[in-house]
């Protein structure tokens, strides 16, 4: 299932941590994350319904990413817009309008981090929108959405109902996260060895600076 990690202000030189995991059918069509020449958004592409799970405005420093919520409500195909679409709006826009764009649409339930990473201190937000269990409509009683600013440490989200219990897979690596970050040096070598992990897991050869 998809799972969201960030970590908020946890160690001296790397202000915000975030790995996200996204499943989704093998068939379904997708494109390779770049950096996109129109929306100048740093992200991969959802062909089927044209949004994303994450991404980064390169100029305005805007991030965002999502994982769904685990209900049986969903909106008609016809009527909702793609939960894709407000990672993207986050991520070009800010949050400032997020909540506005929330409401006036049909959304299927999420999860949802977001806010400007270009920064010393990001200033990171949560955003949430699900049913209760049994609930059938998005007026209905019940419905939880809204916003809150994420605290200074870790944060874990997966497609549990936020209504509900925190799963124990979330309880599990927010742990984990930060004990690791506990003990990972605060040094310029720590900066670049983080670094170099997604540019060497896309079979780029790029290697550490040199030490003298």
């Known amino acids: 299932m998809c799972i969201l990690v960030a970590a908020l202000g946890c160690h001296p030189s790397l202000p915000f941590i975030c790995a996200h995991n996204r499943d989704e059918q093998r068939d379904r069509p997708s494109r390779d994350d770049g950096l996109e020449e129109d929306s100048q958004l740093l992200c991969g592409r959802d062909v089927k319904a044209g ?23 969903k909106w008609p195909e016809d009527e909702r817009t793609s939960r894709g679409l407000l990672v993207e709006f986050l991520a070009a826009n800010g949050t400032a309008q997020a909540e506005e764009f929330i409401r006036s ?75 690791f970050l506990d003990q990972l040096p605060g040094s310029r070598w720590t900066i670049a060895g983080v670094s170099h992990v997604p540019l060497k897991s896309r079979g780029l050869n790029v290697g550490l600076p040199n030490r003298s």
């Open 105 to 179: 649409r049909k959304i299927d339930p999420f999860h949802a981090i977001a806010g400007h990473i270009f920064c010393d201190s990001p200033e990171i937000s949560y955003f949430w929108s699900a049913p209760a269990e049994g609930v059938q409509g998005q007026d209905a009683e019940g419905w939880s959405s809204g916003r809150k600013i994420l605290d200074r440490g870790v944060f874990v989200v997966s497609n549990e109902n936020p209504l509900g219990e925190t799963w124990p897979k979330c309880a599990w690596l927010r742990r984990e996260v930060q004990a």
């Open 51 to 73: 949004g994303t799970v994450l991404g980064v405005h390169a100029v305005g420093g805007g991030f965002a990413a999502l994982t769904n919520c685990r209900t049986t409500v």
